[in-house]
């Protein structure tokens, strides 16, 4: 397992190389619930009041109930003909928002709520290593990510929209 854990109101969840989310309890190591995915979980989850969510490396977002651990919704793009960078973002919840980035290049904001999307916006160009593999975070109002062909972004949380961009090589 080389996923880092995430703790939360007395449980604690685990990602696995086997592709995998585990919810344990963590005072006994007792599993209290599992559930499989398409492919590797290495990455944190993220989680709110009603759901928890977790991006496998087949660029899947999957919503589950954070203490039952069923299946809620999930969300799928296409992996890019030929490689892409090893590694995947987690996906990030700011409010209603559920904002995931994936190997094809795109920054999704989804609803939270339903998996429907809100906006989608290209970081990645035509590159031939497009993945926005970076964790978003929310910092002056604005969403911030990265893309590993063309830099840093911040992103309009509402629209969707690149607000700036700084190129770093």
């Known amino acids: 397992i080389g996923a880092t854990p995430l703790y939360h109101e007395g449980t604690l969840y685990v990602g696995t190389d ?4 585990v919810a344990l309890n963590p005072e006994t ?10 492919g590797l979980v290495s990455m944190p989850p993220a989680i709110t009041e009603d759901a928890l969510f977790l991006a496998d490396s087949r660029n899947t977002v999957w919503s589950l109930h954070p203490f039952k651990g069923t299946y809620g919704w999930h969300y ?7 490689f ?5 973002a987690a996906p990030r ?3 209603e928002l559920l904002v995931a980035g994936f190997s094809d290049g795109k920054l999704v904001g989804m609803s939270a709520s339903d998996g429907s999307i809100i906006w989608e916006v290209d970081l990645g160009g035509t590159a031939k290593f497009r993945d926005v593999d970076a964790t978003p975070v929310m910092a002056g109002g604005r ?6 062909a ?7 949380p509402h629209e969707g929209t690149i607000e700036w961009h700084h190129a770093v090589e």
């Open 150 to 156: 063309k830099g840093v972004y911040a992103i309009d």
């Open 143 to 148: 969403i911030i990510t990265a893309s590993y």
């Open 93 to 95: 919840a700011f409010g």
């Open 29 to 38: 190591g007792q599993v209290l619930w599992r559930f499989a995915t398409k």
């Open 76 to 82: 799928n793009r296409d992996m890019p003909e030929g």
């Open 18 to 21: 086997g592709g995998e989310l």
């Open 84 to 88: 892409s960078v090893s590694g995947y």
